[in-house]
């Protein structure tokens, strides 16, 4: 099947792999999204040019990458894609079926390659840090991996500043193979990795994979000014779950509701502004776009090349300046540089 319409190509940092300037993420497949559902999705997304997919092991706990390899089965371009999943999360009750040990990163990147049909993963993310194992027995694991064929590059996700700086420099040091990227959260109600993670990433020329550009939907206008955990869609993911709760209150409500304004007034969809907003941004090579429907993908599909405003561009800094947030993006990171108040009970 060939690739119909061409979405532009990026760089992943410094590293020789090109990406899709969008990446599919993958999320929703197998838990709001049907297979049926997500086979669509993920034929359009190949024949739309966004080969560039992420997905990880403890989404729908391995259905989702099931689903992408009955994708590679069914459709067969495997090799048109840049394949790129996680690892850290619990995938069962044991004490080693979780973290960055060498024990359980060998078994979780075996058990990922069988669900998702294929013999190797281009990208495998250390999904968050492990406190727990010494990084060096991370960093050497990849680099075996590696050199086994099983994985082509590696990153990070959501690590802080210093952890990124030790991940880059545990394997320079010994000659293993270095990470190539982070994937960290970025959106216009979360700008707080402009402060000192924007610049590691440039100076180490790693591609940033920026996740839950909509801010989980609430750069869409859903979910209104006077947000509260009684006024949330029924259904919706911030309804169901308590995580996503910490990342929203009424002053991101508001702020969304004036950037769904300032969108509009320009003539331009608000989704598409606030994706393209963040592929926009010099650190980023790709935000990831995560539908829940192909509408949604569809809709979502002229970020790729939207040029935003520089009238628009100026409000936004006037809404959230740089380097700021009004909404908490980094409630499950593991680390904190702040804490923003939410509407999820105490």
Known sequence: MSITTQTPTVPLGRSGLKVSNLCLGAMNFGESTSEADSLTILREAHEAGITFWDTANVYGKGRSEEIIGAAFAKFGFRDDIVLATKAHGAMGDGANDRGLSRRHLIHAVEASLRRLQTDYIDLFQLHRYDPTTPFEETAQTLDTLVRDGKIRYWGTSTFASWQMAESAWVPRSRGWVEP??????????????????????????????????????????????????????????????????????????????????????????????AVAWVRERDIVTAPIIGPRTIEQFRELLPAATLAVPETLNHAIDELVPPGTAVADFLNNAGWQVGKLPSIAEP
């Not at 994937?183 to 920026?210: C, H, M, T, V």
């Not at 509260?228 to 779950?241: C, E, K, Q």
């Not at 996503?244 to 209150?249: H, L």
Request: charged share 25%; net charge positive.
């Open 180 to 273: 190539v990227s982070d994937q960290s959260p970025y959106n216009i109600l979360d700008r707080r990795i402009e402060n000192d993670r924007a610049g590691f990433l440039r100076k180490e020329g790693w591609g940033l994979i920026a996740w839950s550009p909509l801010a989980g939907g609430q750069l869409t206008g859903r979910y209104g000014a006077d947000v509260s955990a009684n006024t949330l869609p029924a259904g919706s993911r911030i309804d169901r779950n308590k995580m996503w709760q910490q990342r929203t209150n009424r002053d991101a409500g508001a702020v969304s509701l004036r950037f769904v304004e300032l969108a509009r007034e320009h003539g331009l969809s608000p989704a598409v502004v």
